[in-house]
């Protein structure tokens, strides 16, 4: 990331508005040197605190340190015209979880034949890899949500929006929030994030958690009439099984999925899954079929994936013993039949 020597109207060219948050505002540009098209993000006019340009800084350098295939690269850090600090970095084309949400929940046949419940964990799947990754440098993303995850036109995943993001290596002070105050998205954010306790990296988990749980079941995981009713639920209610949100399209969720929702989104940050990575585990056990069996429906799910497993090691012998296994139960199903016919 290297630090502009030019000002934006000298280097870019402002094509349109893309969307704006709390402090930035977010444009599609030409690179008049490049002649690419990438997004620029600026400070708003009307955040001009000494504190907003600080957390926006932290934002283009966590970002820019963080170099990996979901989350998107930062080109150029710099001021514009005014003087106001910007950075550039990739534009990406594509629909947010949200979007994607809800037309399934519309029940847009199309979308879900290309999204099945296996490519949505896919999906979710590198989400988790990009904020482990994060993890791992000591950075809390802190607003993960449906609507900063944007899936690309050729199927990339990309977690957006590091405007919140908190380097836990950084000296004191560098991060502008305080003790108390809360910042985030409530319905997603963690009961301890809501209650200001000092940020963890269990605040992703949960946040993960809701998202999935949102991404699955196309049902949020608290509702409410206002903020207020949903920082309440989030603090003092258990989120319904999703399980139990049957949609007319997909049915309901698989239940081992159901469970890893339900650990993720736990009150208690002890009962969550202790790392993101340690979620990553469960989710590749789950997409490899390796199911642990926990109640009927999993115990049949776990049984065929061993089953699977026998027919692709020893096919040989399976295509020799299958036959004669299968033969007392062909013989008693013509006999009742015609025992039945007879009658």
Partial sequence: ?????????????????????????????????LDREVAIKRLRVEVG???????FLLEARATGQLEHPNIPPV?????????RPYFALKLVRGRSLQQLIAGLNAGDLKLHDEFSFTLRLQIFQKVCEAVAYAHDRGIIHRDIKPDNVMVGELGEVFLMDWGLAKDQQAAAGADATQAGLFMGTPMYAAPEQISGETASPQWDVYALGATLYEWLSLKPPHSGTSVR?????????????????????????PVEMSRLVMKALHKDPKKRFQSVREMLDEIQNILNGEIQAVCPCTVVKSSFHGISRVLDRYPLIVLLVIPWLLYPLYALIMALWHYLKAA
């Fill in 49 to 55: 605190d000494a504190d907003s340009a600080q957390r």
């Fill in 75 to 83: 080109y150029e850090l710099g001021k514009d015209e005014d003087g």
């Fill in 229 to 253: 009713d949903v920082l309440t639920a989030v603090l003092t209610k258990k989120p319904t099984d999703p399980v139990f949100h049957f949609h007319p399209v997909q049915g309901r969720m």
């Fill in 1 to 33: 990331m290297q630090q502009a020597k030019t000002f934006l109207w000298d280097r870019y060219k402002e094509l349109e508005a893309l969307g704006e948050g709390g402090m930035g505002k977010v444009v599609k540009a030409q690179d008049l040197g």
